[in-house]
């Protein structure tokens, strides 16, 4: 199975402060298809996951463009630009690209 | 609005048998495919598997193959898990989402437990 390595665990930001967390795959999530399904999940406090970034980089509809996705192959990156109060909770990644699809373990924002 | 429902959760002794239904509204169901994801205690999130959208085909987790069994019946937009012989180790929160991730249900709890 995919092991996907998310870094920091958890971290802590001012409200308007940038952020970023990484993804780092055991095996490149490039698909023969050409694209590469990573994707970006955060689950605030008592929700439902609720979905970011797909396929690395596009944002989906109705997500703040604060958010951003990068990367290619193993190595993935999230950025906040702007935190705010409203972005606590915890980001998975996760990837599609392999069976079984996978989840990182997380990393909590928390808000200073 | 996309809405996912799920129900049929509870407490269930260990061996037991349990199916979770998801209601899905606000899209037509039977145009896509749908997955089930659970979330630990621990708040590990773990793919079950998923279904095609006519039913015809289903994917599962190797780990949960022989226990779990996905189904759906399109007439009442309607989605499946049947678990068989559970295990404490099934016990969490157990969510149908659409395949593409970007539409969750609020989740159902599942306790295995004597």
């Known amino acids: 199975d995919v092991v996907l390595t998310q870094t920091p665990p958890t971290l802590s930001a001012t409200i308007g402060q940038s952020v970023s967390i990484s993804c780092r795959s055991s095996?490149?999530?490039?698909?023969?298809?050409?694209?590469?399904?990573l994707n970006w999940l955060l689950q605030r406090p008592g929700q439902s996951p609720q979905l970011l970034i797909y396929?690395?980089?596009n944002l989906e509809s109705g997500v703040p463009n604060r958010f951003s996705g990068s990367g290619s192959e193993t190595d993935f990156t999230l950025k906040i630009s702007g935190v705010e109060a409203e972005d606590l909770g915890v980001y998975y990644c996760?990837?599609?690209?392999?069976?079984?699809?996978?989840f990182g373990s997380g990393t909590k924002l928390e808000i200073k | 609005e996309v809405q996912l429902v799920e129900s049929g959760g509870g407490l269930v002794q260990p061996g037991a048998s349990l199916k979770l239904s998801c209601v899905a509204s606000?899209?037509?169901?039977?145009?896509?495919?749908m997955s089930w994801v659970r979330q630990t205690p621990g708040k590990t999130m773990e793919w079950i598997g998923d279904?095609?959208?006519?039913?015809?085909?289903?994917n599962y987790a190797p780990s949960l193959k022989n226990r779990f069994t996905i189904s759906r019946d399109n007439a009442k937009s309607t989605l499946y898990l049947q678990m068989s012989n559970v295990r404490s180790e099934d016990t969490a929160t157990y969510y149908c989402?659409?395949?593409?991730?970007?539409?969750w249900g609020q989740g159902v709890m599942v306790t295995v437990s004597s």
């Open positions: 996760m990837q599609a690209t392999h069976a079984p699809l996978t």
């Open positions: 279904i095609k959208y006519d039913g015809s085909y289903t």
């Open positions: 989402t659409r395949r593409d991730f970007d539409y």
């Open positions: 606000g899209f037509t169901f039977s145009d896509y495919w």
């Open positions: 396929s690395v980089s």
């Open positions: 095996q490149s999530l490039l698909d023969s298809d050409g694209d590469t399904y």
